[in-house]
């Protein structure tokens, strides 16, 4: 039976950010003037932007991972996000699966306001609809993790978890998605792919956009 409903998380899964994304963090540690107590790479993105600060601080200060934080954004949100691209056949992926019917969600740890300005930027807004896509900032208070994220999301559209399934690059997506039973496959073109030795047997993995869209819709 094919899914009714697809959930993605989002760095990393339907878009590279990467370069945008480090530049802001590169950034954030100039403006404040610090130095990072760990390189800034590929590897660090995923996690929520606070908690990754603390990890690239080496602090739990939390006035300067404020001031981090609004250095981050002020970079970001001002221009930072439109270097963000999609990765190859990503799109044709979307579409393939809402003309046939599937619905689409977006769970993604990024913050909510630049989440909504890079599906507009990229030419989603047509696939994802605003109450389509949920960030753990979505909420006051903010969900605590995306576990949580999910089953408010679950909740709030009424999906069948047995009628759905949860796409991300990351262990941590799918122990998510696992909280709920709902299935998970693993794109393994993204950030999180140093962990996918480690992955549960039952978890599906995907090579490639393309092969993912094969997979959901039943052609393979």
């Not at 039976?1 to 540690?29: C, E, K, N, Q, W």
């Not at 996690?47 to 970079?75: K, N, Y």
Request: glycine letters at 10%.
């Amino acid at each position: 039976m094919l899914p009714s409903h697809v959930i993605f998380d989002l760095d990393g899964t339907l878009i590279d950010s990467a370069g945008a994304i480090l530049a802001s963090y590169r950034a954030a540690f100039a403006a404040c003037g610090l130095t990072p107590a760990q390189s800034i790479e590929a590897g660090i993105i995923g996690p929520p932007l606070a908690e990754t600060l603390r990890l690239l601080a080496g602090s739990e200060d939390s006035d300067l991972i404020l001031r981090l934080v609004d250095a981050f954004r002020q970079s970001y949100d001002t221009g930072g996000l439109l270097e963000t691209q999609a990765y190859p056949d990503i799109g044709d992926m979307l579409r393939a699966l809402h003309a046939a019917g599937m619905k689409l969600s977006i769970a993604t740890n990024k913050r909510i306001h630049p989440t909504r300005l890079i599906v507009e930027h990229i030419g989603w807004g047509d696939i994802f609809d605003t109450g389509s896509i949920y960030a753990l900032d979505l909420f006051t208070p903010p969900m605590p993790d995306k576990a949580a994220m999910l089953g408010r999301l679950l909740a709030d559209r009424g999906i069948d978890a047995r009628r759905a399934v949860y796409v991300g690059d990351r262990i941590e997506d799918g122990e998510a998605a696992e909280a709920y039973d709902l299935p998970f496959i693993i794109a393994i073109w993204g950030y999180g792919i140093s962990g996918v030795e480690g992955m549960p047997t039952h978890w599906r993995k995907a090579a490639t956009p393309s092969g993912l869209k094969r997979m959901l819709l039943g052609e393979e």
